[in-house]
Structure formats: structure tokens, C-alpha cells
């Protein structure tokens, strides 16, 4: 038969749409208040976090 082995696909995230969201608000940030490009910054920050450990635990299963 012409079987196929398993495949795997990483789990669905809100980190890849969380990042997008702080460095488009960074961008912002940029035009309109250095508060806000903190803060986009900031969320930034805690999504590529998020996202990293989030692929570090996948990868140990």
C-alpha cells in the first residue's frame, strides 16, 4: 500500500499574531508617542518570548 508516515504539525498559537500587533504598534509608536512604541515594544517582547517557549516545549515531545 502506499502508506505515509505521520506528520506533524506545529499546535495552533497567539503568539504569531501577538508579536505582529506589538511591532505594528511599535510602528505606530514611532509616529505618534514613545509611550506607545513602549508599550508595542514591551508586547513585542513578551510574544517572541512566549513564542520561543512555547517551540522549546513542542520540540521536547
Do not use: K, Y
Not at 17 to 35: F, H, N, W
Not at 47 to 60: D, H, N, S
Amino acid at each position: 500500500m502506499n502508506e505515509h508516515p505521520p506528520t506533524h504539525s506545529p499546535a495552533p498559537s497567539i503568539w504569531p499574531v501577538t508579536l505582529a500587533t506589538g511591532v505594528g504598534l511599535a510602528a505606530v509608536g514611532v509616529l505618534t508617542s514613545p509611550i506607545v512604541t513602549v508599550a508595542g515594544a514591551l508586547i513585542a517582547a513578551g510574544a517572541l518570548a512566549g513564542w520561543i517557549r512555547q517551540a522549546l516545549e513542542e520540540a521536547a515531545r
